[in-house]
C-alpha cells in the first residue's frame, strides 16, 4: 500500500477542476510547515493557495486569501507546533477568513496536534487542553480535521466535526525494513503506547515486543524514570518506537537501560520530532545509533541532533487529501 502513497497524480489532475459533480480543490499553508505543504501540493499537481499572513506591530496577526475559494473544498495544512500559541491562533484566524470568503468546506490537516497530550485530568483543577483545542477548530469553520498520530485516539472524540486518523508507520516501516536489520524487537516506551508497538511490530514480520515501564512524577512536567524493562532484548535489536519526542528524557533514558541490559543496538522511531530544550544534547550523547523521525513538524537546525534521519509523510497526507474530496475510503490505505 505504500507504493500508492508516494505516486503523483497524473496530468488529468481531478482535483483541478470540478469533475462528477465535485467541487475544485484549492490547499491553503498557514506559515508552520511551508516545505511540507508545497511537497503535498507537489503530489498532487496543484498549486499551493495564494494568502497573505503578516504581523501587526503589536504582534497581532493580518490575514487575507488572495484568490477566490467560493464554492471550494479548501484543505489548511498546518501544525501546531512551536511556537504552539501563535500557530494555533494563525490557523484560527485563516480558517474564519475562508469561511467568511464562502469555502464550501473546509479540512485542516493537522501533521502534529499541539496541546494533544492534555487529554484527561489527571489531577485537580486542571484543563482538558485537547478538548478546547478541537472545540476552537469546530467553532472556527473547519467541516473535517485530518490529523496525523494523535497523541491519544480518544480525542478524536472530542471533536463535533469528522476527523480521519493518519499513522505514520507505513512510512517509518518501509525505512527500517531497507536497513536489514536482524533480530529486532519493537519496543514501547511505557505501558500506553503498547498498542503502537504492537501494530509497529506486526508490519516487521510479526517482530517481538519489550516495554518499559516508566513512572513520572506527578508533580513535574517532562521528567520521568524509568524502572524495568519486561520482555527480553538481550543480544537484540531494539526499535523504540512513540509518537512523539520532546525533550527526549523518556527515550535517552530508555535507550540507556536498554544498552545496560545487554540491546545490541537501539535506535528510535517517532512521527514528531517536537525537540526543545536539552533533547539535542541528549539523543546526541545516548546509545541512540539513529533517530528516525518525519517531517510532520519542522527541525531548525540548531535543535536538530546529528543522529537525526528524516523521512517525508507529505505523499501519505496528499493520498488522504485526495481520497477526502473524491470520497474514497481513508481508511484503506491502512488496510
Same mark, same amino acid.
Given at each position: ?8 497524480? /497524473? ?16 490547499? &491553503? ?21 495564494? +494568502? ?27 501544525? %501546531? ?60 469553520? /473547519? ?25 505514520? %508507520? ?17 519496543? #514501547? ?33 517532562? %521528567? ?12 537484540? /535489536? ?11 528524557? /523518556? ?18 522511531? #517517532? %512521527? ?51 481520497? +477526502? ?8 490505505? &491502512? #488496510?
Amino acid at each position: 500500500m505504500v507504493e500508492t502513497l508516494i505516486k503523483k497524480e /497524473t496530468k488529468e489532475n481531478p482535483l483541478l477542476t470540478q469533475m462528477n459533480g465535485k467541487r475544485s480543490v484549492k490547499i &491553503f499553508s498557514g506559515r508552520a510547515n511551508i516545505p511540507l505543504a508545497k511537497e503535498i501540493c507537489d503530489y498532487l499537481n496543484l498549486p499551493l493557495g495564494k +494568502i497573505n499572513i503578516s504581523p501587526f506591530s503589536d504582534g497581532e496577526l493580518y490575514v487575507q486569501i488572495e484568490e477566490s475559494v467560493r464554492g471550494c473544498d479548501v484543505f489548511v495544512i498546518q501544525p %501546531t507546533c512551536t511556537p504552539v500559541n501563535e500557530n494555533v491562533m494563525e490557523l484560527l484566524i485563516v480558517l474564519d477568513a475562508l469561511k467568511r470568503a464562502s469555502a464550501e468546506k473546509i479540512t485542516v490537516v493537522m501533521p502534529y496536534y499541539g496541546y494533544g497530550r492534555q487529554d484527561r485530568k489527571a489531577a485537580g483543577r486542571e484543563p482538558i487542553t485537547a478538548k478546547l483545542i478541537a472545540d476552537l477548530l469546530s467553532q472556527a469553520g /473547519t467541516n473535517r480535521i485530518l490529523a496525523l498520530d494523535l497523541h491519544a485516539t480518544q480525542i478524536m472524540g472530542f471533536f463535533d466535526v469528522i476527523v480521519d486518523h493518519l499513522f505514520a %508507520t507505513p512510512v517509518l516501516v518501509e525505512h527500517i525494513k531497507s536497513l536489514g536489520l536482524k533480530d529486532i524487537v519493537v519496543v #514501547s516506551p511505557d505501558v500506553g503506547g503498547v498498542t503502537r508497538a504492537r501494530a509497529f511490530a506486526k508490519k516487521l514480520n510479526d517482530a517481538p515486543i519489550a516495554i518499559l515501564d516508566k513512572r513520572r512524577p506527578m508533580d513535574k512536567h517532562n %521528567t520521568v524514570e524509568v524502572i524495568n524493562i519486561i520482555g527480553e532484548i538481550k543480544g537484540k /535489536t531494539c526499535v523504540m518506537v512513540d509518537d512523539m519526542i520532546d525533550t527526549a528524557g /523518556t527515550i535517552t533514558q530508555g535507550a540507556a537501560l536498554l544498552q545496560k541490559e545487554g540491546a545490541k543496538e537501539v535506535l528510535a522511531c #517517532s %512521527t514528531h520530532a517536537v525537540l526543545s530544550g536539552p533533547a539535542k544534547d541528549r539523543i546526541d550523547k545516548s546509545p541512540i545509533t539513529t533517530l528516525i523521525v518525519t517531517n510532520s513538524i519542522p527541525v531548525p537546525p540548531e535543535r536538530s541532533p546529528k543522529k537525526l534521519k528524516i523521512l517525508s509523510v507529505a505523499g501519505l497526507l496528499a493520498e488522504a487529501i485526495k481520497r +477526502i474530496h473524491l470520497d474514497d475510503s481513508v481508511s484503506e490505505m &491502512f #488496510s
